[in-house]
């Protein structure tokens, strides 16, 4: 029997949501030392839903606790 909750949960892939640009991530440590950046970790079939996320938020998100919002500035694919 085909369950279409188990195909869906099977065909999501994680993505997380930066506050620092690839740059800006490399670079950073060099003259700043342990910086502490903001980032999600969330599910979505694609990674242009994902964008679309980000853009239907205006760009930004919100952390998991509710304290702070950020701008994301990269999103990556967690394999």
Known sequence: MFDENKEKEFLT???EFKSL???EEVATPNFM???NYHSLIQEFDSMAEAVKYVT???GYLITDN???AFEVRNISLIK
């Open 13 to 15: 892939m994680k993505f």
């Open 21 to 23: 640009s690839t740059y």
């Open 33 to 35: 030392g342990g910086v």
């Open 56 to 58: 239907d938020h205006h």
């Open 66 to 68: 509710g304290k702070f």
